[in-house]
């Protein structure tokens, strides 16, 4: 069951809210005592692998450009 809180006290108690909302909790939120939203857990986005990219890049990569190259940059 969720809990309702009216929208005076989810103003001035929303950080407590949101750590119960991330907790696993619903919170719904009322006016006048009439219910209007719901405060649901988001879940997390399932990580992605980036498998279009047949490549990978070589370590030389990282390393620093020489003085000369970086001057024609500037």
Do not use: C
Request: glycine content about 6%; cysteine-free; aromatic content about 10%.
């Amino acid at each position: 069951m969720a809990l309702q809180v009216n929208v005076h006290f989810a103003k001035t108690h929303l950080s407590g809210l949101l750590d119960d909302v991330r907790a696993g909790h619903e919170i719904v939120l009322a006016k006048r005592g009439v219910p209007y939203a719901k405060l649901v857990p988001i879940e997390d986005p399932p990580k992605r692998d980036l498998g279009f990219v047949n490549y990978r890049v070589p370590e030389s990569f990282f390393e620093p450009l020489p003085d000369d190259e970086l001057e024609l940059w500037k």
